[in-house]
Nanobody, 115 residues
């Protein structure tokens, strides 16, 4: 399995920005589909944004136009730039790596949007 380590979470005011990072182990990062998911208390985990090995992206409707996912295959890292944050974006954010033989999760990083 792939080891994933997220960072960049924290407390931010509504309208603010954060950038999450997820560093992956190993030498096959470039072939993984990567995704950012989030889970708020009492709710199911949901996909926020995904990026394929080829760089195609997809977003949840709730974050379109505000969040941007990107990847750096040299640094083995996927990013989630989050702008215009809202209180409803508050959740634990998880990184995921997928391939036919891989489905790995990070430990999560907490994002809290509050005045």
């Amino acid at each position: 399995q792939v080891q994933l380590v997220e960072s960049g979470g924290g407390l931010v005011q509504p309208g603010g920005s954060l950038r999450l990072s997820c560093a992956a182990s190993g030498s096959l990062f470039r072939i993984y589909a990567m995704g950012w998911y989030r889970q708020a208390p009492g709710k199911q985990r949901e996909l926020v944004a995904g990026i394929s090995s080829g760089g195609s992206t997809n977003y949840a409707d709730s974050v379109k136009g505000r969040f941007t996912i990107s990847r750096d295959n040299v640094k083995n890292t996927v990013y989630l730039q989050m702008d215009s944050l809202k209180p409803e974006d508050t959740a634990n954010y998880y990184c995921n790596a997928k391939a036919p033989w891989v489905n790995s999760w990070g430990q999560g990083t907490q994002v809290t949007v509050s005045a």
